[in-house]
């Protein structure tokens, strides 16, 4: 099997601790680890000082997390929709009872950080709530632009960086980002199933709200003080977290990574451009390639690729529109043959 689909293929080194015995969670070992792993995740983000949790349940989790014990102790949100992960912060803030100012961005389009201005001098919100890149489309949104904004207004800065952690240059401290979330099946290029929320220093001793017993902050710091987590956590993932991480590490930390990353994308847009393939993105994120074929009506290429290849590619949120991860392993070699047998399918 082939996989372009999130997390994409991953190093057998690290598939391999998930067929091996593991340790029990209540023990100085895994309290060891689990601190040894928030110390790298924050060197990873650029995050000096802060605090990290580690949660077993996907992004959207971590999502609804951030909104329960933070976005509800706020006055006014902003949330930019630029497609089906930015509408989640939406729906989490009506879900919620947050007032939000529902920011709407076209599909695959930028920002206009100039309008985008003048609609937080009008509405005045306290907490900002974006994605870095918006998954579903492949546009990658300005941090630069979008944090001067917060600055300005003095407005509190949570982005949802689940796909661009380790695939696109990021530091929480440039940009005064006060909360970010990932999870593991993006960047980090391991198994689904936890999620990672990182806390600026600014953050300390906040008064958090507690409107959700199992993604409770308070309860998970008090916790985490001693490395360990208020319910089960899913260890062997914890393992291949900690693994994954030392790795990264030793290969050279995230730039190394990054470059990887934007390799691939290049490789695999060269090929777009061969094929006839538009990327639609105004400024499109390394971390995946969102391309137009013209399979619009059957779904021929997702269909033929499974069918005769074993091999999974994104189908995306329009007719024709699919999307290859760049974030699991993949040589030149491969992502050429990948186009050659998308090309094969496209009617
Ligand atoms: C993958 C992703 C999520 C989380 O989705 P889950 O299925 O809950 O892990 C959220 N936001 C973005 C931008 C994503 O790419």
Same mark, same amino acid.
């Given at each position: 099997?082939?996989?372009?689909?999130?997390?994409?293929?991953?190093?057998?080194?690290?598939?391999?601790?998930?067929?091996?015995?593991?340790?029990?969670?209540?023990?100085?070992?895994?309290?060891?680890?689990?601190?040894?792993?928030?110390?790298?995740?924050?060197?990873?983000?650029?995050?000096?000082?802060?605090?990290?949790?580690?949660?077993?349940?996907?992004?959207?989790?971590?999502?609804?997390?951030?909104?329960?014990?933070?976005?509800?102790?706020?006055?006014?949100?902003?949330?930019?929709?630029?497609?089906?992960?930015?509408?989640?912060?939406?729906?989490?803030?009506?879900?919620?009872?947050?007032?939000?100012?529902?920011?709407?961005?076209?599909?695959?389009?930028?920002?206009?950080? @100039?309008?985008?201005?003048?609609?937080?001098?009008?509405?005045?919100?306290?907490?900002?709530?974006?994605?870095?890149?918006?998954?579903?489309?492949?546009?990658? =949104?300005?941090?630069?632009?979008?944090?001067?904004?917060?600055?300005?207004?003095?407005?509190?800065?949570?982005?949802?960086?689940?796909?661009?952690?380790?695939?696109? +240059?990021?530091?929480?401290?440039?940009?005064?980002?006060?909360?970010?979330?990932?999870?593991?099946?993006?960047?980090?290029?391991?198994?689904?199933?936890?999620?990672?929320?990182?806390?600026?220093?600014?953050?300390?001793?906040?008064?958090?709200?507690?409107?959700?017993?199992?993604?409770?902050? #308070?309860?998970?710091?008090?916790?985490?003080?001693?490395?360990?987590?208020?319910?089960?956590?899913?260890?062997?993932?914890?393992?291949?977290?900690?693994?994954?991480?030392?790795?990264?590490?030793?290969?050279?930390? @995230?730039?190394?990574?990054?470059?990887?990353?934007?390799?691939?994308?290049?490789?695999?847009?060269?090929?777009?451009?061969?094929?006839?393939?538009?990327?639609?993105?105004?400024?499109?994120?390394?971390?995946?390639?969102?391309?137009?074929?013209? #399979?619009?009506?059957?779904?021929?290429?997702?269909?033929?690729?499974?069918?005769?290849?074993?091999?999974?590619?994104?189908?995306?949120?329009? +007719?024709? =529109?699919?999307?290859?991860?760049?974030?699991?392993?993949?040589?030149?070699?491969?992502?050429?043959?990948?186009?050659?047998?998308?090309?094969?399918?496209?009617?």
């Amino acid at each position: 099997m082939r996989s372009y689909v999130f997390p994409g293929d991953i190093d057998p080194a690290i598939m391999a601790i998930g067929a091996k015995p593991f340790l029990y969670m209540r023990t100085d070992a895994f309290s060891q680890i689990n601190k040894e792993s928030e110390q790298i995740l924050l060197d990873l983000i650029h995050c000096t000082g802060g605090r990290t949790i580690i949660y077993t349940g996907s992004g959207t989790g971590a999502m609804s997390a951030v909104v329960e014990n933070y976005v509800t102790t706020k006055k006014k949100a902003i949330v930019i929709d630029g497609g089906s992960f930015g509408h989640r912060w939406f729906q989490l803030c009506e879900y919620y009872g947050v007032p939000v100012v529902h920011y709407e961005v076209g599909f695959a389009k930028d920002i206009d950080y @100039e309008d985008l201005e003048r609609t937080v001098a009008a509405e005045r919100p306290d907490v900002f709530l974006c994605q870095h890149h918006e998954t579903s489309t492949g546009q990658l =949104f300005d941090l630069g632009k979008i944090s001067a904004i917060c600055r300005k207004f003095g407005i509190s800065l949570v982005v949802d960086v689940i796909s661009t952690f380790l695939a696109e +240059p990021l530091s929480m401290d440039e940009y005064g980002i006060d909360i970010c979330i990932t999870s593991t099946q993006k960047g980090l290029n391991i198994p689904p199933g936890l999620s990672i929320l990182f806390f600026s220093k600014n953050l300390e001793g906040y008064a958090w709200n507690h409107k959700g017993y199992y993604w409770d902050f #308070d309860d998970n710091f008090s916790n985490l003080r001693r490395g360990q987590t208020p319910f089960s956590p899913a260890t062997i993932l914890y393992l291949q977290l900690h693994a994954r991480l030392l790795q990264l590490k030793a290969e050279g930390g @995230e730039d190394k990574n990054i470059a990887h990353v934007r390799h691939r994308a290049l490789k695999f847009r060269e090929y777009c451009r061969k094929y006839g393939w538009d990327v639609p993105a105004e400024v499109p994120s390394y971390a995946i390639t969102g391309f137009q074929t013209r #399979d619009t009506a059957e779904r021929k290429i997702f269909k033929g690729l499974m069918e005769k290849y074993d091999t999974y590619i994104m189908p995306g949120g329009k +007719p024709g =529109f699919y999307r290859v991860s760049h974030m699991g392993l993949q040589t030149d070699r491969e992502l050429e043959e990948l186009a050659e047998r998308i090309h094969e399918f496209e009617p």
